[in-house]
């Protein structure tokens, strides 16, 4: 385990809660955690999907939704048949917003909802919001 996160270990490991800073190293650190969560779960398949996707949605919450002194939040959800990611931030004002792929961004969200069986944006108990993601085998449901 790295500095940067915590682990809270929940049910029978079949969730995986960490907290990172909004230092950009997290994104490689959650990398990491989702990889060595995802083996251990024998979902290796869908390692490379799932590892872009948190990537993205990492970077986001670093890039859009920065909040001095507040930290954020990743969640590994195991499912039959996949993974459920979501990254939580500390900002309530501003959202993730599906743009065209273009020279001013857009590329990150488009990678979410191409990868993903499933992405969403919830309301998250306390300050702030969850960006969140499904992704799951190739043929398999969420659930
Ligand atoms: N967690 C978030 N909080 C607030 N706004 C967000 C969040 N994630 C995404 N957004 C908004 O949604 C837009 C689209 O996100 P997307 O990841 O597709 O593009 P980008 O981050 O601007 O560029 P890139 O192509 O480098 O990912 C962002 O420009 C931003 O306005
Ligand atoms: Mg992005």
Known sequence: MSGAGTAIRCG???????????HRRSVGLA????????????????????VLVLSELVTNA???????????ETSFCRGPQGVRLAVDD???????????PGEAGGRGLALVEALSERWGCSVRRGV???VWAVITVPGGRWL
Do not use: N, Y
């Not at 029978?12 to 909004?22: G, K, L, P, S, Y």
């Not at 670093?62 to 954020?72: E, L, M, P, S």
């Open 12 to 22: 029978v490991d079949a969730r995986r809660v960490q907290r990172w800073t909004t």
């Open 31 to 50: 990398r990491r955690e989702l990889r060595a969560a995802l083996a251990e779960w024998g979902l290796t398949a869908i390692e490379e999907p799932a």
């Open 62 to 72: 670093i890039t859009h939704a920065f909040v001095r002194g507040r930290d954020i």
């Open 90 to 100: 500390a900002d309530e004002r501003r959202h993730p917003q599906r743009r065209t």
């Open 128 to 130: 702030g919001k969850s």
